[in-house]
């Protein structure tokens, strides 16, 4: 074969090569664009389709607060056992530093005599009775020596299990903080998308939205009672007492917004509300929906009394308080106001009464 056919028949190879590589390139950057409009193209939804997608991803929003809630109740331990631990420490340390300046005491006082025998001591001592009567006690003196000696070895040991104990909880409670954190930026990323589905909506019918938001909070501080007067008349069923004193707090704070991680005075959560109403009646509650359902007397949904509290879903993530015919008060997710609703208006789990 000669050399001139031999060229031709490579720029051949080449010019195929180069062709087909660039209808792969084309192939390729062809499918991206294709995903890429098919993701752009989502289609607009229906005023109603999102709504519902709001409301989806709002609850979404609130499931993972009160998630986020749970687990106050374990950062606040784990807090207070870190705390305790360290305070053990700084006094262990005291301990053991009083026990070395009384080893280091003992061993100046040993340093001083080590270097003579019993009976060059004898001779040298100026007072030679009082010698003798300090060399009886010689055995004594080296088993101050011992005892110190074991008193900073076991007050060394309990430091440093208090400081490993320290570094195990330390571990632990990071842990926590690490989880309620990845939680909140979940709360947050459903709320950027519920915003971003609203995004998706005109301005007539953003303004739509808006509109039917403020009625319903502007019915919902209709529905207070009468603020800062005591009265109990106002409330939906006659109720006295501590339950009273909670169902006229919660009652008072209708139209007020939904915030995570709020419990008052002017915004709340579902348990943040919960633990205020009840804290007005002079009971402790725990912020977390969870915690609270094993926070009093387990009731039956025919015993419903006005300031039990309702659970809904499973596992729990909502808390309500029950005011009387069949309608509860609560803070129900984000977007919406402290409102009351039909006992029945979510999946129901289960009460119990406070105090």
Same mark, same amino acid.
């Given at each position: 074969?000669?050399?001139?056919?031999?060229?031709?028949?490579?720029?051949?190879?080449?010019?195929?090569?180069?062709?087909?590589?660039?209808? !792969?390139?084309?192939?390729?950057?062809?499918?991206?664009?294709?995903?890429?409009?098919?993701?752009?193209?989502?289609?607009?939804?229906?005023?109603?389709?999102?709504?519902?997608?709001?409301?989806?991803?709002?609850?979404?929003?609130?499931?993972?607060?009160?998630?986020?809630?749970?687990?106050?109740?374990?950062?606040?331990?784990?807090?207070?056992?870190?705390?305790?631990?360290?305070?053990?420490?700084?006094?262990?340390?005291?301990?053991?530093?009083?026990?070395?300046?009384?080893?280091?005491?003992?061993?100046?006082?040993?340093?001083?005599?080590?270097?003579?025998?019993?009976?060059?001591?004898?001779?040298?001592?100026?007072?030679?009775?009082?010698?003798?009567?300090?060399?009886? !006690?010689?055995?004594?003196?080296?088993?101050?020596?011992?005892?110190?000696?074991?008193?900073?070895?076991?007050?060394?040991?309990?430091?440093?299990?208090?400081?490993?104990?320290?570094?195990?909880?330390?571990?632990?409670?990071?842990?926590?903080?690490?989880?309620?954190?990845?939680?909140?930026?979940?709360?947050?990323?459903?709320?950027?998308?519920?915003?971003?589905?609203?995004?998706?909506?005109?301005?007539?019918?953003?303004?739509?939205?808006?509109?039917?938001?403020?009625?319903?909070?502007?019915?919902?501080?209709?529905?207070?009672? $009468?603020?800062?007067?005591?009265?109990?008349?106002?409330?939906?069923?006659?109720?006295?007492?501590?339950?009273?004193?909670?169902?006229?707090?919660?009652?008072?704070?209708?139209?007020?917004?939904?915030?995570?991680?709020?419990?008052?005075?002017?915004?709340?959560?579902?348990?943040?509300? !919960?633990?205020?109403?009840?804290?007005?009646?002079?009971?402790?509650?725990?912020?977390?929906?969870?915690?609270?359902?094993?926070?009093?007397? $387990?009731? $039956?949904?025919?015993?419903?009394?006005?300031?039990?509290?309702?659970?809904?879903?499973?596992?729990?993530?909502?808390?309500?308080?029950?005011?009387?015919?069949?309608?509860?008060?609560?803070?129900?997710?984000?977007?919406?106001?402290?409102?009351?609703?039909?006992?029945?208006?979510?999946?129901?789990?289960?009460?119990?009464?406070?105090?």
């Amino acid at each position: 074969m000669s050399i001139g056919r031999t060229n031709r028949t490579s720029r051949q190879k080449r010019t195929k090569g180069i062709a087909l590589a660039a209808i !792969t390139s084309t192939a390729v950057a062809g499918g991206v664009m294709f995903i890429q409009s098919s993701a752009d193209a989502d289609p607009k939804p229906t005023l109603a389709q999102a709504k519902a997608q709001v409301a989806d991803l709002q609850h979404k929003a609130e499931v993972a607060g009160e998630s986020a809630n749970a687990l106050r109740g374990q950062i606040k331990t784990s807090s207070d056992k870190v705390k305790a631990l360290q305070t053990g420490i700084k006094t262990q340390q005291v301990q053991v530093d009083a026990v070395k300046r009384q080893i280091g005491s003992l061993a100046v006082a040993g340093y001083q005599t080590s270097g003579m025998t019993t009976t060059a001591q004898l001779l040298l001592s100026t007072d030679p009775d009082q010698f003798l009567s300090q060399a009886s !006690t010689a055995q004594a003196f080296a088993g101050q020596q011992s005892t110190a000696l074991r008193r900073f070895q076991a007050a060394q040991g309990k430091l440093a299990d208090l400081q490993a104990s320290e570094q195990s909880e330390l571990a632990a409670l990071q842990g926590v903080q690490a989880q309620q954190e990845a939680l909140k930026k979940q709360i947050q990323t459903n709320l950027d998308a519920a915003e971003k589905v609203l995004g998706k909506l005109s301005d007539a019918e953003r303004a739509k939205l808006d509109a039917e938001k403020a009625a319903e909070e502007q019915k919902a501080r209709e529905e207070r009672p $009468s603020r800062g007067d005591g009265r109990m008349e106002d409330l939906p069923v006659p109720v006295s007492g501590r339950a009273g004193a909670a169902v006229q707090y919660a009652m008072a704070q209708l139209g007020d917004p939904y915030v995570w991680g709020a419990a008052g005075p002017s915004s709340f959560d579902c348990s943040g509300l !919960t633990m205020a109403a009840w804290s007005k009646a002079g009971v402790s509650l725990s912020h977390s929906s969870k915690a609270q359902t094993g926070e009093g007397r $387990s009731v $039956s949904k025919s015993q419903l009394q006005p300031g039990d509290l309702v659970f809904y879903y499973s596992p729990v993530s909502h808390v309500a308080m029950y005011i009387g015919n069949g309608r509860i008060v609560h803070a129900s997710r984000p977007g919406k106001p402290v409102k009351t609703d039909d006992v029945d208006l979510m999946p129901y789990a289960g009460a119990v009464r406070p105090g």
